[in-house]
């Protein structure tokens, strides 16, 4: 009897023995799971991406620019680019969206109004024009030759775009608008859509920024217009408070207004803001 329970006691304490060994080593199997939904985690935080509505003339230097924040930060940059009518109807009637270029800063008003803007900082400048065709075929000299009769003007649409209104705003101050009018064979959604109608003569001469003429150099020239100096309007950079990912979009925002960013901006003709 005694060796009998001695056996029976024995037993018993290396069946405890057991699983206790199999209890720590059920412990160390869980731990490395752990670690692995944390590393999880942080894979995931570098696939996240922000959404970015810019003026379509903007196109150029913001796709450079956030090319470099992607290969910086390893997050995703989806633009959609568009007149500043457009963009905030856009944004006014989605509710979604991290960062916002309009081409001027009086263009941001819709959507302040409605407290869909968190932060903005003005960027570059932008610098109105008067282009004409390599060679300016129909001899414009100054403004005032937009308004004679035959010179065919393509201007940008002021329910549409910052140039349009610019536009409209400088011959209404010189009492030119209603006989420009009478020449204007097309207003354009968007600044480079204005190139395009110049680049191919099918129009005489256009109002849009200096930073346009940039990839069209060898089909566009210059008209110097002094009037145009008190025109000159401001890009600012926003970050939209429908954003998901404020943290990331604040990031963005003040990256186009970083050292390498500016380099990019003048390589495209934009002349920064002093900071």
């Known amino acids: ?3 009998s ?3 029976t006691l024995l037993l018993g304490l290396l069946l405890f023995g057991l699983l206790v060994l199999v209890g720590c080593g059920s412990s160390k199997d869980e731990s490395p799971k752990g670690q692995a939904g944390t590393n999880d985690k942080a894979d995931n935080a570098a696939g996240r991406s922000l959404l970015v509505y810019s003026g379509a003339g903007l196109k150029n230097p913001v796709e450079e620019i956030g090319a470099a924040f992607q290969a910086q930060s390893g997050l995703k940059l989806t633009y959609t680019f568009g007149g500043a009518a457009q963009l905030n109807n856009q944004i006014l009637l989605t509710g979604q969206g991290d960062v916002y270029l309009p081409g001027d800063i009086a263009e941001l008003k819709p959507v302040k109004e409605k407290n869909l803007v ?7 400048y932008h610098l109105p024009v008067l282009a004409v065709p390599k060679g300016n075929p129909a001899g ?11 010179v065919k003007v393509a201007l940008g649409d002021p329910q549409a775009n910052p140039i349009g209104k610019l536009a409209d705003q400088l011959l209404q101050k010189h009492g030119l608008l209603e006989n420009v009018n009478k020449n204007v064979v097309v207003r354009t959604p968007t600044a480079n859509e204005l190139v395009v109608y110049l680049s191919t003569k099918q129009a005489d001469a256009a109002v849009i ?4 003429c940039q990839g069209a150099k060898d089909k566009l020239e210059l008209v110097p217009v002094p009037e145009l100096k008190e025109y000159v309007k401001t890009v600012p950079v926003a ?23 500016y380099q990019i901006w003048q390589k495209w003709g934009y002349k920064p803001v002093a900071r």
Do not use: H, Y
């Open 239 to 261: 970050v939209l408070t429908c954003s998901k990912e404020k943290e990331l979009a604040q990031q963005l925002a003040e990256f186009f207004t970083s050292s390498a960013a």
């Open 209 to 212: 920024w200096e930073e346009n």
């Open 118 to 124: 968190a932060w903005e900082k003005n960027v570059v």
């Open 1 to 3: 009897m005694r060796v």
């Open 140 to 150: 414009i000299r100054k403004l005032a030759d937009l308004a004679r009769p035959g």
């Open 5 to 7: 329970k001695s056996v």
